[in-house]
Structures are given as C-alpha cells and as structure tokens.
C-alpha cells in the first residue's frame, strides 16, 4: 500500500504547483473596449487590409472566447511579441480558423497601441 502513495502524493503536488502557476500568468484584467478611432487607423497602416469591422470582429471574438477558460488576461501585461504565440495557441484551444485568429491578434495588438 505505501508503493501507491508516493506517486499519488507526488501527482497531488504537481497538480498543486501547475495550478499555482497558471492562477498567476497571465495577468486578470478587464474586458476590453472597442477600439478607439485612432487605434483603428493606427492598425490600417500597420496592417493594410484591415478595417474598423475586422477589428470589431476580433474585439467580439476576443470577448467570446478568452473567458471561456480562464479570466480575460491584462492586455498590458503581455509583450506585443508574446500575442502572436498567445493567439495562436489559445486560438487553437477555442478552435478558431486562421481568419479568426488574426483578427484577434490585430485587435489585441491596436488596443495596446497607445
């Protein structure tokens, strides 16, 4: 019987230090808010193609999917350079297509533009 608790016990702390971790990154923060008009235009010269309805979208698909399993995270806290890795990973999670997820990052990347 001792043979089992060992790896129970150490199963247990694993699973303990995993969610510890994950509770603190990435940072809660609010909902965001539609974008601003100068996000907007900041985002069409940075991404040419891109309108107020596409980042509309990925602000609405945003919205819709990253609560779904976790808090939405501060979208300050995070490196522009960390979202694409972000999006695309958790994107895959919510089972988001290519479109989707660009939409997304465009939308978090202009809202972080100050």
């Known amino acids: ?18 969610l510890v971790a994950t509770g603190c990154y990435p940072k809660a923060g609010p909902a965001p808010g539609v974008l601003s008009a100068d996000n907007a235009a900041w985002a069409s010269t940075k991404w040419p193609g891109t309108t107020p309805e596409s980042l509309a979208a990925g ?39 290519a479109t989707k997820k660009e939409a997304v990052l465009h939308f978090v990347l202009a809202a972080r533009h100050h």
Request: aromatic content about 10%; charged content about 25%; some cysteine.
């Open 59 to 97: 602000h609405d698909t945003f919205i819709a999917k990253c609560n779904g399993c976790h808090d939405y995270p501060d979208l300050a806290a995070i490196d522009d350079d960390e979202w694409p890795g972000i999006v695309d990973s958790m994107g895959d999670k919510a089972d988001l297509d």
């Open 1 to 18: 019987m001792q043979a089992f608790r060992m790896p129970i016990t150490f199963s247990a702390a694993l699973f303990t230090a995993a």
